[in-house]
């Protein structure tokens, strides 16, 4: 034993102590391995009947779910139209529930109460097109029913909100009847002011400061989709925007030279950042100016998707 802790304590340079401890460790080492194959309990033998009752328990109660008729499980928000009894109505009285009998879902009829209320009523049937949430189908069903214009008019070649039809003549002159509807016509995207985006429901100074500042960075919208991409737009508002804006055909974003610019313009980029700009410095560096701007794929962390988003907004 003696010649062992010598050994050990020469191959390994351990002092008394951890040369003490590292027999130790092999001891329980060693127990750790032959104890379970010396001792062998007797395994224990798994009973199913209990669980097989359980599962033949289960099985009856889903038979007796499926023996349930399928029109008593319906919600009323996803039944079919056959369900309801269609008539003429006006969208401008029509209550909560009375949305919900014609087959509405609640939360779309909750919408259409809160944008009849900001805008004063509906004037021409295709401003339920504006409703969010309402679907399509429902929609094209409602439309004949509705007690409304069908659309815009025509004044002088100009287009005009037609007026509400008057659903109570004894409250003709009064102060507090029904206005005409505000109708909003598009404008640019990448001309608005803050002044011009809060026209839009939904878009305060915040969000309006908030677009104009990521537009700034971005060097102007190429797509309307990028709208997205600013911190804190609901989908409500972004639909808002895709109906209420657009982009111009010719134009072209705030370009940047991949040859010429500083590492701090590089980096504020909203698609570029820290890292790209970086190794756009380092591949400038090592190889010299680009020769053209598809040699940006050289760089490896940059992705396709990535690429393709910011080819826009780069030159040589």
Not at 55 to 73: C, F, G, H, M, V
């Amino acid at each position: 034993m003696k010649k062992a802790r010598f050994w050990i304590r020469r191959y390994f340079g351990f002092s008394q102590r951890e040369t003490n401890g590292f027999l130790v460790l092999l001891l329980i080492s060693f127990l750790a391995i032959v104890i379970p194959l010396v001792y062998d309990p007797e395994p224990d033998f798994y009973d199913l009947s209990a669980d097989q009752a359980l599962l033949d328990s289960l099985a009856i109660q889903l038979d007796k779910n499926r023996s349930i008729p399928r029109s008593e499980t319906i919600h009323p928000d996803t039944a079919p139209a056959g369900n309801f009894k269609l008539h003429k109505f006006n969208p401008n009285t029509t209550t909560l529930e009375e949305w919900q009998e014609l087959g509405v879902p609640k939360h779309a009829a909750q919408n259409i109460i809160k944008y009849r209320e900001k805008a004063g009523g509906f004037t021409y049937k295709e401003q339920l097109q504006k409703i969010y949430g309402l679907p399509l189908a429902v929609y094209n069903r409602l439309y004949p029913f509705l007690d409304l214009p069908d659309a815009t008019v025509y004044f002088n070649g100009k287009e005009t909100s037609p007026r509400l039809p008057n659903t109570n003549k004894s409250t003709a002159g009064n102060t507090n009847r029904i206005r005409a509807g505000f109708k909003l016509e598009p404008f640019d995207l990448n001309a608005a002011d803050t002044v011009q985006l809060k026209k839009i429901r939904g878009i305060g100074s915040k969000l309006s400061a908030r677009i104009v500042k990521f537009r700034e960075k971005l060097g102007g919208f190429a797509d309307e989709q990028q709208v997205k991409e600013v911190y804190g737009l609901s989908p409500e508002v972004i639909d808002s925007l895709h109906k209420y804006t657009f982009i111009q055909q010719k134009f072209i974003p705030k370009q940047i030279s991949i040859n010429t610019a500083s590492f701090e313009e590089l980096r504020t980029h909203p698609y570029i950042g820290f890292n790209l700009a970086k190794l756009i410095i380092a591949y400038r560096t090592q190889h010299g100016t680009f020769k053209q701007v598809e040699d940006l794929r050289a760089i490896k962390i940059l992705e396709e998707k990535q690429y393709q988003r910011l080819r826009p907004y780069i030159q040589l």
